[in-house]
T-cell receptor, first 112, second 115 residues
Framework: SQKIEQNSEALNIQEGKTATLTCNYT??????LQWYRQDPGRGPVFLLL?????KEKRKERLKVTFDTTLKQSLFHITASQPADSATYLC???????????FGTGTRLLVSP | GAGVSQSPSNKVTEKGKDVELRCDPI?????LYWYRQSLGQGLEFLIY????????KSGLPSDRFSAERTGGSVSTLTIQRTQQEDSAVYLC?????????????FGPGTRLTVT
């Protein structure tokens, strides 16, 4: 069955550094991959979508890559700030009316 | 504009009672999703509506769980004969249309505690 893996351990980095989060998947060939941010006590918030034929997508300080050969997506936050501290979820899905499947998320902690 | 709203925000119920959780999606969104999130865990998919139909209800954990959507808008998730393991945050999301291409907009969730 399809499996999505995100680092279960929190990622601790210093302010100003680049944070890199990983999303790996197996037994799956998704057409779309989305990244969400979730703060404690709140619902997830959409950040970026990347398609299978796109290698990279950027939005302000965020960058997402999608390597369908490695079955991996990397999510980068450059010049990280304490306000970036949150849990980041990746989600994958196919074309048509197929639902998104979410990973378990990685918690990011940015220290001043 | 108004986002996804859910009610109640918190619900404490006794084991064995029935509960109803409500979701008001963004106007015009045809797809609606229910998820469950236990403390420190990821999102567990429950059911997906496209319009008033549920093409995927594979995530409902047991026949004590049911959901409906009326008028292509409001959805209600009902849990009968609640058990302590049902305690979790129940999140609703809507999107412009069904499928993985469309971003999902989440509500704030209903925190259910079964005592």
């Amino acid at each position: 069955s399809q499996k999505i893996e995100q680092n279960s351990e929190a990622l601790n980095i210093q302010e100003g550094k680049t944070a890199t989060l990983t999303c790996n998947y197996t037994n799956y060939s998704p057409a779309y991959l989305q990244w969400y941010r979730q703060d404690p006590g709140r619902g997830p918030v959409f950040l970026l979508l990347i398609r299978e034929n796109e290698k990279e997508k950027r939005k302000e300080r965020l960058k997402v890559t999608f390597d369908t050969t490695l079955k991996q997506s990397l999510f980068h936050i450059t010049a990280s700030q304490p306000a970036d501290s949150a849990t980041y979820l990746c989600a994958l899905g196919n074309t048509g009316f197929q639902k998104l499947v979410f990973g378990t998320g990685t918690r990011l902690l940015v220290s001043p | 504009g108004a986002g996804v709203s859910q009610s109640p925000s918190n619900k404490v119920t006794e084991k064995g009672k029935d509960v109803e959780l409500r979701c008001d999606p963004i106007s015009g969104h045809t797809a609606l999703y229910w998820y469950r999130q236990s403390l420190g865990q990821g999102l567990e998919f429950l059911i997906y509506f496209q319009g008033n139909s549920a093409p995927d209800k594979s995530g409902l954990p047991s026949d004590r769980f049911s959901a409906e959507r009326t008028g292509g808008s409001v959805s209600t998730l009902t849990i009968q004969r609640t058990q302590q393991e049902d305690s979790a945050v129940y999140l609703c999301a809507s999107s412009f249309s069904g499928g993985a291409y469309y971003e999902q907009y989440f509500g704030p969730g209903t925190r259910l505690t079964v005592t």
